[in-house]
């Protein structure tokens, strides 16, 4: 059984460019890095779009060819169609198909109004317009001022300030665009600013980073109501989509998974309820780098807890499943969502390298891997699986088959089932139990009813004597009433005599 067990493996050559640029690709762009997957769908436009012409000129062509043998055959007849009329109707065709395919290969035939007011000034904030009410938030408001502050220290801030906000502004025109045709222009720009800031501050990339951060922060809040799960894509389709699946598979065990982690330790369990808030909060943030700094704090509290379990480092074979186990745990909301925004959206150096690159690649590979979960990832068969999935039965239910494995998960399903039994068992004596004690309750009723009759039987058999006590006389109160007081007194002899008063001459 062990030797058909596919597993949860990812060689770390997997998570890189599949150009070989050493670049972490992403399975939104086919494997590619952000670097060779523009490049290369710059070269598939270019050739989509010269083929385009070629098919334009060809159809020209061919129109024309049989235009002019249609005239040949007209010139034979009598009834010829006047000169003036053909002229007429040539040009009109002629400025008709010109301007179709001048509308074809023309991005926009909008055109954001100019701006010539100074960036710094008290009218920093677009003015008034159309789009004022979406960038009238306070999030967006507080990114601008952040963005400004950031800026004045900078020789060329007020020239980088006008340049962002023109292209924001320019952005809410293009609300039609397809979002790669959004993304295409939002990457264009990220390109040519650092390729421009790299050349100012004379090769000091982490100059440049730390100001293209910012950059990035100031666009993408505002632009955040516009560019995330754009109506014209199918990204909310699919959020769906990977929301029911992980619902499905919420009878998925650690065990199955064969997680490194040991939840009965408090701390790997704080660092695994850590892990998920981190993962489900992503979908709060608006900036792409905070949605890759929650993915970062998660994937750290994840290697805590396998450490802690194991009492050593963990490795990358380790890493992956655990992740899938998160996910499954916190089944994030909007999770393709707020992938293809990062993805669309994100600075692309931090996508292609560092720490926030190869987590947010690995979350990209557990997603993909929960789609196409299958039974002989879980060690199942595929009627098991496909029990499991349909409700119809779960891995917590004793199985009918003696069939026994040695692999960790079907271990502890075994160890799981003993336990069922030994509860099962526990019940039936808990009921045995019950009803011993209500039978005793009953018994103890039937006893009370019995002593009661008995008693007030002997009542009935003996009647009480009752007798008129003497009446006292007058003279004898005082003396009753005396011994009454000292009835109780027994050693009232012993008492010396009272005090009797005395005169006190003076």
């Given at each position: 059984m062990m030797s058909q067990r596919r597993g949860i493996h990812l060689d770390q050559s997997e998570l890189l460019c599949t150009k070989g640029c050493g670049f972490y690709g992403n399975t939104a762009w086919q494997g590619l890095c952000s670097k060779c997957w523009r490049e290369e769908n710059q070269r598939e436009k270019q050739k989509q779009i010269q083929e385009d012409w070629a098919l334009a000129e060809r159809l020209q062509r061919?129109?024309?060819?049989?235009?002019?043998?249609?005239?040949?055959?007209?010139?034979?007849?009598?009834?010829?169609?006047?000169?003036?009329?053909?002229?007429?109707?040539?040009?009109?065709?002629?400025?008709?198909?010109?301007?179709?395919?001048?509308?074809?290969?023309?991005?926009?035939?909008?055109?954001?109004?100019?701006?010539?007011?100074?960036?710094?000034?008290?009218?920093?904030?677009?003015?008034?317009?159309?789009?004022?009410?979406?960038?009238?938030?306070?999030?967006?408001d507080h990114a601008t001022r952040e963005f400004i502050d950031f800026l004045k220290p900078l020789k060329s801030g007020r020239e980088i300030f006008k340049q962002c906000r023109a292209f924001t502004e320019g952005m809410v025109y293009k609300r039609d665009m397809g979002a790669d045709e959004l993304s295409e222009c939002v990457q264009d720009f990220y390109q040519n600013l650092s390729d421009r800031l790299l050349t100012q501050f004379k090769g000091s990339s982490d100059h440049v980073e730390s100001v293209m951060d910012e950059v990035e922060k100031y666009m993408m809040t505002r632009l955040y109501k516009e560019v995330f799960c754009p109506e014209t894509t199918d990204d909310e389709k699919k959020d769906l989509a990977i929301q029911k699946r992980i619902r499905a598979l919420h009878w998925v065990t650690i065990e199955m998974l064969c997680v490194p982690v040991d939840e009965e330790i408090p701390e790997v369990s704080d660092s695994v309820v850590k892990a998920i808030t981190d993962v489900i909060e992503m979908d709060s943030k608006r900036v792409p780098k905070d949605k890759l700094g929650c993915i970062t704090r998660c994937s750290k509290h994840i290697f805590n807890a396998i450490k802690v379990s194991k009492k050593e480092a963990a490795s990358a074979d380790d890493f992956l499943p655990t992740l899938i186990y998160i996910v499954l745990k916190a089944n994030?909301?909007?999770?393709?969502?707020?992938?293809?925004?990062?993805?669309?959206?994100?600075?692309?150096?931090?996508?292609?390298?560092?720490?926030?690159?190869?987590?947010?690649?690995?979350?990209?590979?557990?997603?993909?891997?929960?789609?196409?979960?299958?039974?002989?990832?879980?060690?199942?068969?595929?009627?098991e699986f496909d029990l499991y999935m349909s409700g119809q039965a779960s891995p917590n239910w004793p199985q009918a088959t003696g069939a026994s494995s040695c692999s960790p998960g079907s271990a502890a399903l075994n160890q799981v089932h003993k336990?069922?039994?030994?509860?099962?068992?526990?019940?039936?004596?808990?009921?045995?139990?019950?009803?011993?004690?209500?039978?005793?309750e009953s018994d103890l009723i039937d006893w009370t009813d019995e002593v009661e009759q008995k008693v007030q039987s002997v009542l009935e058999s003996f009647p009480p004597e009752t007798q008129n006590p003497p009446a006292p006389t007058?003279?004898?109160?005082?003396?009753?009433?005396?011994?009454?007081?000292?009835?109780?007194?027994?050693?009232?002899?012993?008492?010396?005599?009272?005090?009797?008063?005395?005169?006190?001459?003076?």
């Amino acid at each position: 059984m062990m030797s058909q067990r596919r597993g949860i493996h990812l060689d770390q050559s997997e998570l890189l460019c599949t150009k070989g640029c050493g670049f972490y690709g992403n399975t939104a762009w086919q494997g590619l890095c952000s670097k060779c997957w523009r490049e290369e769908n710059q070269r598939e436009k270019q050739k989509q779009i010269q083929e385009d012409w070629a098919l334009a000129e060809r159809l020209q062509r061919e129109e024309e060819e049989a235009y002019a043998s249609r005239h040949q055959k007209t010139q034979s007849q009598s009834n010829v169609t006047p000169f003036s009329k053909f002229e007429e109707r040539k040009t009109k065709e002629k400025s008709s198909k010109v301007h179709t395919v001048t509308k074809f290969f023309t991005p926009s035939t909008k055109t954001p109004p100019k701006k010539d007011a100074s960036p710094f000034d008290a009218q920093s904030s677009p003015s008034p317009s159309s789009s004022a009410s979406r960038h009238s938030s306070v999030d967006s408001d507080h990114a601008t001022r952040e963005f400004i502050d950031f800026l004045k220290p900078l020789k060329s801030g007020r020239e980088i300030f006008k340049q962002c906000r023109a292209f924001t502004e320019g952005m809410v025109y293009k609300r039609d665009m397809g979002a790669d045709e959004l993304s295409e222009c939002v990457q264009d720009f990220y390109q040519n600013l650092s390729d421009r800031l790299l050349t100012q501050f004379k090769g000091s990339s982490d100059h440049v980073e730390s100001v293209m951060d910012e950059v990035e922060k100031y666009m993408m809040t505002r632009l955040y109501k516009e560019v995330f799960c754009p109506e014209t894509t199918d990204d909310e389709k699919k959020d769906l989509a990977i929301q029911k699946r992980i619902r499905a598979l919420h009878w998925v065990t650690i065990e199955m998974l064969c997680v490194p982690v040991d939840e009965e330790i408090p701390e790997v369990s704080d660092s695994v309820v850590k892990a998920i808030t981190d993962v489900i909060e992503m979908d709060s943030k608006r900036v792409p780098k905070d949605k890759l700094g929650c993915i970062t704090r998660c994937s750290k509290h994840i290697f805590n807890a396998i450490k802690v379990s194991k009492k050593e480092a963990a490795s990358a074979d380790d890493f992956l499943p655990t992740l899938i186990y998160i996910v499954l745990k916190a089944n994030p909301p909007r999770l393709q969502s707020n992938i293809q925004y990062i993805t669309r959206f994100c600075n692309p150096s931090r996508l292609m390298t560092g720490e926030d690159g190869y987590y947010f690649t690995n979350l990209c590979c557990a997603v993909a891997f929960i789609e196409k979960l299958d039974g002989q990832s879980l060690n199942l068969s595929a009627e098991e699986f496909d029990l499991y999935m349909s409700g119809q039965a779960s891995p917590n239910w004793p199985q009918a088959t003696g069939a026994s494995s040695c692999s960790p998960g079907s271990a502890a399903l075994n160890q799981v089932h003993k336990r069922l039994d030994l509860l099962t068992g526990l019940g039936e004596r808990q009921e045995r139990v019950m009803e011993k004690a209500r039978q005793l309750e009953s018994d103890l009723i039937d006893w009370t009813d019995e002593v009661e009759q008995k008693v007030q039987s002997v009542l009935e058999s003996f009647p009480p004597e009752t007798q008129n006590p003497p009446a006292p006389t007058a003279s004898g109160t005082a003396s009753a009433a005396s011994s009454a007081i000292d009835a109780d007194n027994v050693e009232n002899e012993l008492l010396p005599p009272p005090l009797q008063p005395q005169v006190f001459a003076g």
